[in-house]
């Protein structure tokens, strides 16, 4: 394989022996063909394109590669057998993961006009079981060894062949497809080489009956939000609800068979005797449903690690001592409604089908352009905010952890750890490296997730600083652009920066990070509204030496500052973008400050 380092054309084909009316709307939207379609001119089909499973060529598509290889789908041609030289007889307008039979899979739909030559033969043969595997061909750059995470053309591993690896064990190696960079077409074959690949004519999703296996009700993967650390990712001309972030068990909430399940992000049932019990206890509907949820455990009004929740689940001893169900958003009211709502219409059902257990429900607040800072920081939890745009299926997770996965290429002991090597690639392609020493037992070709305070750009590639393993690495899995965090030059005309963090409910701290040192106020009754309203806030100064790191915070930039008489008037962009004054008061006997929002005038 040494001679084939490049980017790959790969066709994943076994080589022979010797609700329609939606769906033209996402057509009409992603195709934007020149003449609109409508239900009565187009068949529509979907295909069970890629798994999660090893192919037959020892390949695999992991399941953090699927989102992204749905978006490369769309709009790309529907062929016969992986041939060229003829015509597209179809094309792919949507695609999106799911689970069948326990199984990640892609499954991307795709259309063609009726009155085309031959169309009702094509038709008849998908439905009628004559064509049913398909195959995809696409270009790829990195083949990653599933043994030691290197180009599987140069390692010395080969696929299919079991090789031991730490802790005693032995593993059959394959490769993963990673830096994919185009999807050429998808194709009708003989033998695909992904094994179950099928073609369906089941659109949407299916509603329920009690003779039905669970794995016949295909329901929707758990999506991550995407993190961002900044608001100016968000369109200001959009409207959000805005929900609380908790330190959560990310699951699907769901009732079919006549019986309540919670899944996993996987989609694979979680068992456990105390979940049981809780679930029991809480009234439910009687319909069939899946909802997006928050398994959150507790140690009175404290939120404890999902890692102490996971091992309470299983009947460990823990700081955990209950656990709480938030529902977040509605993914599919089965039994009302075969097809996924968007934004209001999603919330409102929501609240129908759960207006018996109205506490169950995350409280979520529409917000949108100037209204969304204080939202936003209204709302926010320590741990942050998730912000779910009400036309579409985008969510993000607004918090100040800065995260990224990276597979462990190096391990060595260390004392009672172990130091690690880890490596990575950014969302642009650029390599990340970093090394870490922590006390927990990780095998080489592990992938974990990182945060890290800030990253330096050196010529190998992106360094982590203080990088650490976060507990909740499992529950928010898509990193965002690491990008965001490489400032290595601030622009010159900057005064300083400042920090933004909640001390408690209604008091925030502002640190002023100065040339010459740094300011701390903790500003009491802090309400964004009332800020914008000119009212004043009562401020102590404290000292600098320590943020709570699990504060939910903004930070920004103090474009400009003077002081007089003791007085500070600082001019800041991003959150609290505007100019204020913090002057020095005498209430009660004691010295404090005011800080309030600058209107105008000649003095401080």
Known sequence: MKNLVGSITASLIEKEPSGYRELTDIINRNIKPPTAVHPDNVHIRAMYIVSDQVNSYGGCFPGEEHEKLAEMLIDSPVLIGHRKDSLPIARNFHAETVIRDGVRWVKVYFYWLKNADRSDDLCRNIDGGIYKEGSISFIFNFPECSICGEDIRKCRHRPFEEYDVPGGDRRQAYFNYRQILKVLETSLVY??????????????????????????????LYQPPQRIWSMERLNKSKKYHILPAYESLPVTLCRFDGRMRILGGDQIELESDILNKYLESLPMPDNNFAVEARLIGHRGKERRPVEELIRFL???????????????????????????????????????????????????????????????????????????????????????????????????????????????????????????????????????????????????????????????????????????????????????????????????????????????????????DRLEEGRRFPADEGQPDKIDEGAFFETGNILDYTTQDNALKISLDGFLGGKYIIRPIILNGHRRHLFYQFSGGKNV
């Open 191 to 220: 033998r695909g080489s992904v094994e179950d690949t099928t073609i369906t004519n089941e659109l949407v999703f299916r509603k329920v009956t009690s003779d039905e296996s669970p794995n016949s009700w295909i329901i929707p």
């Open 314 to 528: 299983q009947g460990e001893k823990t700081n955990v001592r209950r656990i709480e169900l938030k529902i977040c958003d509605l993914l599919k009211a089965g039994a009302s409604e075969d097809r996924r709502v968007g934004g209001s219409e999603r919330r409102e059902e929501l609240n129908r089908l759960f207006a018996a257990a109205p506490d169950l429900l995350v409280p979520a607040r529409v917000a949108t352009g100037d209204n969304l800072a204080g939202a936003i920081w209204e709302t926010a939890t320590r741990y942050g905010v998730e912000i779910h745009t009400l036309d579409s299926d985008e969510k993000y997770l607004l918090t100040h952890r800065h995260l990224i996965r990276l597979r462990i290429t190096g391990q060595e002991r260390r004392g009672n750890g172990f130091d690690y090597s880890l490596e990575g690639r950014n969302r642009d392609n650029t390599k990340v490296v970093t090394h870490l020493r922590c006390n927990r037992d990780f095998r080489v070709g592990d992938v974990i997730e990182i945060e890290t305070a800030s990253i330096t750009d050196r010529p190998d590639g992106l360094h982590l600083m203080h990088p650490r393993v976060i507990d909740c690495h499992f529950a928010y899995g898509i990193a965002d652009d690491l990008s965001q965090l490489v400032k290595n030059d601030e622009p010159a005309n900057y005064a300083g920066r400042y920090h933004l963090s909640r001390v408690s409910e209604t008091t925030i701290r502002l640190d002023l990070e100065f040339e010459n040192g740094v300011r701390s106020y903790n500003i009491k009754k802090f309400n964004t």
